[in-house]
C-alpha cells in the first residue's frame, strides 16, 4: 500500500474522528425536556455568589489515571466560601450531609450498616419524596410505567437501586452502593478514586483538608465560569489523584437522586448514556448499573454556556 494512500486514510480517519465530539452527538430531547423542569422545580438549589463562591484558579494538566501526584493548578480551595447555616436549613441537605461518613472508604472492606444508618437513609429518602422535584420524577416514572403510583413501594426501589450493599471487590464482603460511590467517594486497591461526583462532599473533604483541588479541565475555547453549575474538575483525596471528575455544583441532592434514577430506570443497558441539554449546559448522562442497583452515575460535560447552541 502506497504512503499516499496510508495518508488518505488518515485524513478519513482524522474527519471520522473530528465529527464525534459533542455538537454531533444526537440529543435526547425527552430526558432534556423532563430534565430542565426538574432543573426549574430545583428550589433548593443554592446560588452562586449568595450562598458559595468558587475560585476555579488554573488548567489542570493531563495525568494518567491511578497516578499518586499532580501540578497543582490552583493554589486556593475550589470553594471559597460556602454558605454552612443554609445548608443545614434545608431539610433535604442537613439529612443528606449526616450520611456522607457512614461508609468505609476502601472497597474490599465490608460495609457494617447500623439500625442508626437504616433509619438517616430512609430520613433522607422521606425528605427529597417530599420535594416538588422528586415528585415530578415519580409522576414522570409512572407515566413511563418505571414505577409504582405507591410511595412506599417508590421509597423501597430507591432504597434498592441506591442504598443496597454490593461487592464492588470480590475479595471481600459487601463493600459498596451506589450512594456512596456516586456521593461519597471510593478508593479501590488504595489506587484509584472512584465516585466522589457530589459538590457538597467536595467541599466538606476541601475544608477538612482532605482533597486538594489541582485545576479545571475543559476545552480551551470552553473555559468555566464562577457562575457554572457544572464543572469538570482535577483533585487529589486521601493521598491518590482523580484525572478528571464531572460534578453538579449547587444543585440539590434530591435533583441529582431524581435525574439519575430517572436514567436508570428508563434503560435496561449495563451501561446507559444519554446526551442533554440542560439550561446552559450540553452534558452527557452516564449511569452503570450493578444488577438493580447502582453502579456509578455522573454527568460529563460537554459544553456550557450555550456554546453548543
Known amino acids: 500500500m502506497g504512503k499516499g494512500y496510508d495518508f488518505g486514510w488518515i485524513l478519513v480517519l482524522s474527519a471520522l474522528f473530528s465529527f464525534s465530539d459533542a455538537s454531533s452527538q444526537t440529543v435526547n430531547q425527552e430526558l432534556s425536556n423532563i430534565f430542565n423542569e426538574l432543573w426549574k422545580l430545583d428550589v433548593n438549589r443554592l446560588k452562586p455568589g449568595t450562598h458559595y463562591s468558587i475560585s476555579l484558579q488554573g488548567k489542570a494538566g ?10 497543582d493548578h490552583a493554589s486556593s480551595p475550589l470553594f471559597s466560601s460556602v454558605d454552612e447555616a443554609k445548608l443545614n436549613s434545608i431539610t433535604t441537605y442537613a439529612r443528606f450531609m449526616k450520611l456522607l461518613d457512614n461508609y468505609e472508604r476502601s472497597t474490599g472492606v465490608a460495609e457494617r450498616v447500623t439500625a442508626e444508618e437504616v ?8 425528605a427529597i419524596l417530599e420535594t416538588a422535584v422528586m415528585k415530578r420524577a415519580h409522576r414522570y416514572l409512572i407515566g413511563k410505567g418505571k414505577s409504582r403510583s405507591d410511595l412506599r413501594q ?12 454490593y461487592h464492588r471487590d470480590r475479595n471481600g464482603g459487601e463493600d459498596s452502593s451506589g450512594f456512596e460511590h456516586v456521593f461519597v467517594g471510593e478508593t479501590k486497591f488504595g489506587r484509584e478514586i472512584m465516585g466522589l461526583h457530589n459538590w457538597v462532599q467536595f467541599y466538606l473533604q476541601e475544608k477538612q483538608k482532605l482533597l486538594d483541588y489541582k485545576g479545571y479541565k475543559a476545552r480551551d475555547n470552553d473555559v468555566p465560569d464562577k457562575d457554572d ?4 474538575v482535577q483533585f487529589s483525596w486521601h493521598g491518590l489523584v482523580k484525572p478528571v471528575a464531572s460534578t453538579f455544583v449547587g444543585v440539590s441532592p434530591e435533583f441529582e437522586m431524581a435525574i439519575f434514577t430517572i436514567l436508570f430506570l428508563t434503560s435496561t443497558e449495563k451501561t446507559t448514556t444519554a446526551v442533554v441539554n440542560l439550561d446552559e449546559y450540553q452534558l452527557e448522562m452516564v449511569v452503570h448499573r450493578h444488577g438493580r442497583s447502582i453502579g456509578t452515575a455522573y454527568p460529563k460535560m460537554l459544553s456550557s454556556n450555550n456554546r453548543h447552541v
Open 62 to 71: 493531563y495525568i494518567p489515571q491511578g497516578s499518586t501526584s499532580a501540578v
Open 229 to 232: 453549575h457544572v464543572l469538570n
Open 154 to 165: 417508590f421509597k423501597s426501589q430507591l432504597y434498592y437501586m441506591w442504598f443496597r450493599l
Open 119 to 126: 433509619t438517616e437513609n430512609n430520613s433522607f429518602l422521606d
